[in-house]
């Protein structure tokens, strides 16, 4: 049984930061695209980052270029998301997500993923 879990989300003041993490279970990630979505209150679900597997080559948002970054621990079995100068936009809840296809490349469709997690909420508020 596949079982993706975040974990790192909280209450952050603004200009604050933070590093999500997603533990997979009954899956190894090192061949597969993995990525990060969000969605709002009110809001649509929308990608925000995603890295491939063969040279690791990232996609991110244009609201998030420069302050996150995602990153893959395959030992680890592990995806991450370091989050930097949160702004009170970014909160949301956080989900990580897995292509279940072989493949090199990453997109920011959520047609793209199979697996995803349970989410994890960020808060960033004064």
């Known amino acids: 049984q596949v079982q993706l879990v975040e974990s790192g989300g909280g209450l952050v003041q603004p200009g604050g930061s933070l590093r999500l993490s997603c533990a997979a279970s009954g899956f190894t990630l090192d061949y597969h695209a993995i990525g990060w979505f969000r969605q709002a209150p009110g809001k649509e679900r929308e990608g925000v980052s995603c890295?491939?597997?063969?040279?690791?080559?990232?996609v991110y948002a244009d609201s998030v270029k420069g302050r996150f970054t995602v990153s893959r621990d395959n030992a680890k079995n592990t995806v991450y998301l370091q989050i930097d100068n949160l702004k009170p936009e970014d909160t949301a809840v956080y989900y990580c997500?897995?292509?279940?296809?072989?493949?090199?490349?990453?997109?920011?469709?959520?047609?793209?993923?199979?697996?995803w997690g349970q989410g994890t909420q960020v808060t960033v508020s004064s």
């Open positions: 890295m491939g597997t063969s040279d690791g080559s990232t």
């Open positions: 997500v897995v292509d279940r296809g072989y493949g090199s490349s990453c997109g920011l469709s959520l047609y793209e993923y199979d697996y």
